[in-house]
């Protein structure tokens, strides 16, 4: 997963150097080294100090009771207040759309995003919108199984202005499963 590590290490480099906000929508069939790979990405940045201070957070839709309960998670860990899911939305709607807010970047690495699937898609709108404000600083990795998932959900919404970057993760060959293996 060489290929994919350099190309969502890359996007996310490129986003904190040039001071924009940005996502990366990474797709494939469970088991192809999604999460791993992402993970990685953040062990590499971590380590470097060239790069500008940003959080990283991380969700998981799976571990969630709820789905509004990830702007409750977010909020958490920025702050480290505790809001309803409501205030934590509004908060967060601040934080990443107000130029005057905290300037840090925050990335943000959403797995199992399919799961955050409501009936007005408010969340996915959020987290695919957050990124394309002016001041936003905010880079998100969101992960699912389904490559055509921002599509089937964002029918009533404007899916072509979001921007998003794409990665697809294939099954793995023969040959690479023949070179994890030894």
């Not at 130029?99 to 797995?111: E, K, M």
């Not at 007005?120 to 919108?129: E, G, M």
Request: hydrophobic letters at 35%.
């Amino acid at each position: 997963r060489e290929s994919q590590f350099k190309d969502i290490f890359n996007y996310v480099e490129s986003k904190l150097i040039e001071g924009n906000g940005g996502c990366m929508y990474i797709s494939g069939v469970p088991g192809t080294g999604k999460t791993a790979t992402v993970r990685e990405v953040r062990r590499k940045l971590e380590s470097s100090h060239k790069y500008p201070e940003f959080l990283f957070i991380e969700v998981n839709g799976l571990k969630l009771s709820d789905p509004f309960q990830c702007y409750v998670q977010i909020h958490y860990e920025l702050t480290g207040e505790k809001k309803s899911s409501y205030a934590a939305a509004d908060a967060l709607n601040d934080r990443f759309t107000d130029a005057d807010g905290d300037q840090r970047f925050v990335i943000l690495f959403v797995d199992e995003l399919d799961l955050l699937r409501t009936r007005k898609q408010n969340i996915l709108y959020h987290l695919f919108d957050w990124p394309t404000r002016r001041h936003s600083k905010l880079i998100v990795l969101a992960i699912a199984n389904s490559m055509d998932l921002p599509e089937k959900l964002m029918i009533n919404r404007v899916s072509s202005r979001l921007g998003l970057t794409r990665l697809s993760f294939h099954p793995y060959s023969y040959k690479e499963l023949e070179a994890i293996v030894e």
